[in-house]
Every structure is written in C-alpha cells, then in structure tokens.
C-alpha cells in the first residue's frame, strides 16, 4: 500500500482501532488517556500516517483559527518598526486569549488567492500600494477588518490622522517661516529620498496623505504658501534613509524654521544630527514627530508628538474580526508637548 495515500480508514483497519480514535488522537487528545494517545501516534509514525489532511480539514470546517494580518511593508521592516511590532503586539494578545492563530502576511495578490481559503478573516495594517490585493480581500467572503485606512463597507480603526496633523503644525508654525515636510511613503513609485518644492496634490486617501493635508492647512490658516513648502518623500522610516533626510534638509539653503515629520523615528534622526550640528533645538529649529513612540520621551530635549496607542489599535482590530462587529472607531490621539517647538 502506497503510504502517502493512507486514510484515516485505512490506518484504523491496520491499527485494528476505530477511526475516531485515530481522530482523538490528533485532534482532540483530551479524549485519550496520555499513554493511549502516545501509543496510537507512534503507530501511525511507524507506518507513515502523520495525520489528516489540514487544509481538507478547514474547507470541509470552514473554519481554521488562523487570522491573517495584512501588511502593507515586508514583514521585516513591521517588525523591527517600533509602531508596527506594537501594533502586531496587540493583535497577538487578543488572539491568543481566544486560541487562535497569526498569521503574517505581506505578499501579492496570486498568493493571496492560497490564503484566503484556509483563513478564518483579515486584519489589514496600513493601505497596500496593490489595489488589486485590497480588492481580492473584499471580494471574497471573509471578514475583512481595516487599520488606517479604509474600505466601504468595512470596519475601520484609525484616529483622524489630518486633524492630528494639524493640531501639532498649528503648535510650531509661526507666520513668515520656512516649513519642511519630511513626509512617508507620498508616493509609491519612489523608492528613494526625494525633494518636491511644488505643491504635493493629495487625491490618496494614504496616512500620509491625510497628514500633509492637515499640515497644509495649518500652513494656509498662518499665511505661509503652500506652494513654498519643501516636502521630501521617504520611502521608509528605516534609520538610513531618516538619516539621509535629515543631512539633505539641514544641510539646505536657507535651512527650514520648522520642520514636521510624520513619524518619531523620522524626527529623532533629524533632532540628533541637528545636535551633532550644534543647531539650537527650539531656539534655531523647531521639529515635530508623530506616533508616540517610548524613545520620544526619552530624547533631551523630548520631541513634541502626536500620541497614538498602536496596541489599542491592534487590539480592537482583532476584537472586532473576532466579534465580526462591523462599526468603525475613530480612536484619541493626544499631543505630547515636549520640548521641541
């Protein structure tokens, strides 16, 4: 007899024991005594039986435990990214209370087709660049549940990311001053450091688009000409291309009064080389960040930010895939003075 194509039948005949049992023994071995179940898989071992077909499994259930979290970077780059780890952070817990499973994600849309049949719903963390992934997710029939940005007819977790941005521009914004935007992932096609000393148009509904907007209009509310403002594209708010920025606008002529970074990390990159430049910090320039990441608090001088609970995020996403709750929330976000404006 072939091996690779023994069934469960097959095995409880060779075993000369019920298939239920052969069943308990993988699936439920609390219905076994330790010693019985021990004996039974070794069996099986023994004859090249390693059990019943998973994925056969979930189709024939319609149910895996599995969620799978949607990224819109490279899993390695989430993870080692302060928001996004915390972010997972908070997903992982919920899941875990109610024993299912994580699964990372952050493929393209012919993988995606694999996924989705053995997969109990989708977490998605940020706007993938494919829209043609966003639009496989929603066309099939798993629950689908969407941070930071949105797709109708779909729960939603954010907080208003244009608001925030304007709160804390209208903090460090004077009239008359020269403003920079170092702004993340503004355009998808651009994988390198890029300047734009025109006006940015902001038809994406992306997080940093929706920030820019919200700069923007506070700029607009102190008279400053949006068409004057320098916005530089970072492709990741990885340290080196932080780094590149921060020499690129610093280094400029004339240097900025303020400038707004849309994340912590981006802002502590330019707050270190501008005291390796012996640049006064607020005195010479101002900087804000967003996020509120650990390391915002720590920095001397502690860099003015928006707060924003990642965990909370991840957290209620997973609660409301879980619940299959279809409400949306617009979650707080507060400002963290600091001391850099």
Excluded at 40 to 55: E, V
Excluded at 66 to 81: C, E, F, K, Q, R
Excluded at 179 to 190: E, F, N, W
């Amino acid at each position: 007899m072939n091996k690779q194509k023994l069934t469960l039948k097959d095995v409880a005949q060779m075993l000369e024991v019920s298939t239920a049992t052969i069943s308990n023994a993988f699936n439920r071995p609390d219905q076994l005594s330790a010693a019985r179940r021990e004996d039974i898989l070794k069996a099986c071992q023994r004859i090249g039986y390693h059990g019943p077909n998973k994925a056969a499994q979930i189709l024939r259930k319609g149910q895996s435990n599995i969620v799978a979290l949607v990224l819109a970077d490279n899993i390695a780059y989430m993870v080692s990214d302060p928001v996004a780890s915390t972010f997972i952070k908070g997903v992982s817990k919920v899941l875990h209370t109610h024993n299912k499973h994580l699964l990372l994600y952050s493929g393209n849309v012919e993988s995606i087709r694999d996924v989705i049949d053995f997969v109990d719903g989708f977490i998605c963390y940020g706007a993938p660049e494919n829209t043609e992934l966003t639009h496989q997710l929603t066309a099939s029939s798993k629950p689908v549940v969407t941070v930071d940005f949105n797709i109708p007819g779909r729960p939603a977790i954010d907080i208003d990311n244009e608001q925030a941005a304007y709160e804390i521009a209208k903090r460090a914004i004077r009239p008359g001053d020269r403003v920079a935007i170092l702004g993340l992932k503004l355009i998808a096609s651009a994988n390198t450091c890029r300047i734009y000393d025109s006006p940015l148009h902001c038809a994406d509904s992306s997080i940093s688009h929706r920030r820019l907007k919200g700069y923007q209009r506070a700029m607009q509310e102190q008279g400053i000409d949006t068409d004057n403002e320098w916005v530089w594209h970072i492709p990741e708010s990885e340290g080196s291309y932080a780094r590149q920025a921060a020499r690129e606008v610093l280094n400029s002529h004339p240097r900025p009064d303020v400038v707004l970074c849309m994340s912590d990390i981006i802002a502590l990159e330019l707050l270190q080389y501008a005291g390796s430049q012996n640049i006064a910090v607020p005195g010479a320039l101002r900087i804000t960040g967003f996020d509120g990441i650990e390391e915002a608090a720590r920095t001397r001088p502690n860099l003015t930010t928006i707060c924003q609970s990642s965990l909370t995020k991840g957290e209620m996403a997973a609660e409301r895939l879980i619940s299959g709750s279809q409400e949306s929330t617009q979650l707080p976000f507060d400002i963290l003075a600091g001391e850099t404006v």
